[in-house]
Each structure stands twice: as C-alpha cells, then as structure tokens.
C-alpha cells in the first residue's frame, strides 16, 4: 500500500500562537478550580459598548445582512474606516483603498502576501507580535529580527535598520504603540524611520491597531502623517478590536495604495469573501458612534498601567520601562534569571514563566514568544483586583 502523501511543509513549520496558547493553559488551569490570575491575552475584560450591540441587533432584522456582500467591506462601512483613518492617522484615502478583513489578524497575513515576494528580507523591530514572523513565512519572505531592548525602551533607531539592510530587503514592519511592549514612538523617530524607507524604496506594514490607546498626552503619530509621501509604499492595518473592546466580532482592515489593495482583493474574494454583515454593522456603530465608553475604556487602562509598572517595580531584579500605549507592560526580567526561586533556578523566561505558573498561580507569556529571552509580557487589560492581586503573588514568590 503506497504511503499517503505528506501534509504541506510551509503549514507543518508554522509555530502555534504563543499568547494564545498560554492563554488557553490558563483558562484551562481556571476551569480545574486553580485560582490562576492571567496576564496572558491581549484582550480587553469590558464588555462591548452596548449601542454598538444593539446596532448588531438591528442589524438582524435587515435579510439583506443575510446575503452575500461586496468581498472588501460594507461601502458604507468602507467609509467610515476612511474618516477614521483621516482623523487619526493623518492620510486622505478612498474607499476603494480599504478591505474589511476578518479581524486585524487577517489584515496582517494579506499585506504581507500583497508585498513580499520568495526570499524577499522583512526587517521586524523586535519584540515583536508573535504572529508577525509567521505571516512572512508563509508569505516565503525572510524575517530579519532588530532588537531594541530596555535600554532603549524597545523602539528601533534608523541606524539599527539600516544596519540590518540588505539589497533582498524589501519591507519593514512598523508598530507604534507595540504589542508587546507598549512603546510609542515620538513624532521624530517615526519621522526618521519613514524617511529612511522613502529614500530606500522600502514597502512599510504599519499596524496601528493601538492608535487610540495612549497615555501622559502621548499620540501615536502614524509614519504616513510624518511622512505623507510614504502613503504610496505603505499598507495600514486596524481594527475595532482593542479601542471597542470588540476581539470576538472580528472586524479589522488593511488599508493601501489601489495596486496593493487590488492584489489582496483579489486574495480576499477567494480566501474568505465577505466578513459577517452583522459584524461589520457593529463596527460601523462604533466608529461612528458616541467614544464616550471608549474614553473610560482607555482611562480604566492608564489607571491600571500606572498600578502594574509602578508595583512590578518593587520586585529586585525587574527594570520596568514605562509604556505610553496600548494595554501591555513588558519588564526586563533578566535580573531574576540564575537566581534560585522556591526550589528552582530558572535561566530563560521561559522556564521563569513556568515556574510562575507553578508557583505563584499567575499566567504570563515569556519574551521568547517575542524575540529575545529574559522578558516576560503582561497585559493589564484584566479587572483591577486580579491585577493588583497577581503582581503581589510575584513579589512574594521573588521577594
């Protein structure tokens, strides 16, 4: 009997979300009876502004909503994203130049497939989302790590890419505030690093899904407003997710110049057509809806952040750089490592991110999800108790 033919090797490769899989352990820990507290998802714990539920609700009665729609979005819709993208980002678009996407993720995996080409260089500033390097391979394109540590506050320097150039690079990804580590770039580094792309000819993935989520009077300037003659070399990608506490509607879009988008339409209409109708009127509520609950979203996180990095600090051995936006603080934890801890002498963050588990019932992702080993990422988009609480199970178990 003939074997069966092996599974593709390009999928077979592709590493498991690392966020989401501690994610799971831990609700899986919950539902056992464990006590675990969970820095894990980078997902906000308030529920979804309820005019925008409602919204959904009508949206129901409508057979219209039952129907196929056109692939890249609502027009309706399609606009809205464009006034968005004016007001906060800076850059005049048509609609013709937006896809709604199945959540920012799907944004993410069609821009790199619209951009890169086989053995084509991406240069992604590390830490990283875990997904970004992923969406490169399976797009055939290299990743090419840059790594900003603390020090630095984990924001990339034109010199460090430029460094890094070779004559296969092609793209650079651009995340300003950064999932995991919160950092915001100021108008003048943004400006400086999208220059340098102008002058090389390089494509730019911008992933702005943390725009709105920004603190201390900081703005996330996006690298087509500093630099507007970029918008012709540079795909946006959004969502309503995190701003709207909306992770499960799964509504995003990716937003570019008409060739690029014309590529990923194309990808799109045969990959997943249209994204749920119900769902897109539900993100047409909340962009053009009262912000009100979106500010006191934004508010309850910049309390909670300033209640993280200010305890995570008492800890010995932890260096805390302070994060401006979305809802993720990400220590150096290097200062923990080779020490002995309730019995066990961890030496990577990711055994020290097991020994938490372990020991003190708190669910943390380790920095080798993102890049490097010796951090750890903790996102505060969870109840102020259970915050408070987890953040002092770590400083008696490393007191």
């Known amino acids: 009997m003939t074997e069966r033919a092996p599974l593709s090797r390009k999928l077979s490769a592709i590493a498991e979300s690392a966020t989401l899989k501690v994610d799971a352990k831990a609700k899986a820990l919950q539902a056992a009876g464990r006590p675990v507290i969970s820095y894990a ?30 692939a890249a979005g609502l027009p309706v819709l399609r606009e809205a ?3 968005k993208t004016h007001r906060d980002s800076g850059l005049d678009v048509e609609p013709s130049q937006i896809i709604v996407t199945n959540g920012g993720k799907q944004a993410v995996y069609q821009a790199f497939q619209a951009v890169v080409n086989p053995g084509d260089e991406v240069l992604l500033p590390a830490p990283y989302w875990t997904t970004y390097p992923e969406a490169i391979r399976l797009a055939d394109g290299t990743p090419v790590e840059v790594f900003a540590g603390a020090d630095q506050d984990y924001k990339v320097t034109v010199d460090q890419l430029e460094a890094a150039r070779t004559p296969r690079t092609t793209v650079l990804v651009f995340v300003s505030p950064s999932n995991p580590t919160g950092a915001v770039y100021t108008p003048e580094e943004t400006r400086a690093i999208g220059e340098w792309a102008l002058q090389h000819g390089i494509w730019v993935i911008t992933d702005e899904i943390y725009q709105n989520l920004v603190y201390e009077g900081a703005r996330a300037v996006s690298i087509v407003e500093a630099v507007p003659e970029l918008a012709g070399q540079t795909l946006l990608v959004n969502g309503v997710a995190k701003t709207y ?5 799964r509504v995003g879009w990716m937003i570019g110049p008409k060739d690029a988008i014309k590529v990923a339409a194309n990808l799109q209409s045969h990959l997943s057509s249209n994204v749920n109708n119900i769902a897109q009127r539900a993100a047409l509520a909340a962009l053009t809806g009262p912000q009100t609950e979106a500010e006191e979203m934004r508010v309850a996180f910049d309390r909670r952040r300033r209640l993280i990095v200010s305890e995570l600090a008492k800890i010995e051995g932890v260096a805390v750089p302070n994060p401006l936006g979305a809802f993720y603080v990400y220590p150096d934890v290097r200062g923990l490592l080779g020490r002995e801890w309730a019995g066990s002498t961890p030496t990577t963050s990711l055994e020290l991110a097991d020994l938490i588990l372990e020991k003190a019932e708190v669910a943390v992702v380790p920095g080798e999800a993102f890049g490097p080993s010796g951090y750890l990422r903790l996102s505060y988009a969870l109840g102020d108790d259970a915050l408070l609480e987890g953040v002092q199970r770590l400083q008696t178990l490393f007191a």
Request: proline letters at 11%.
């Open 41 to 70: 998802a980078g997902e906000p714990d308030f529920a979804t502004p309820q005019f925008v539920v409602d919204a959904a609700a009508e949206a129901l009665t409508n057979p219209a909503n039952f129907r196929y729609t056109p």
């Open 81 to 83: 994203i464009a006034a």
């Open 245 to 249: 506490a909306m992770t499960g509607w």
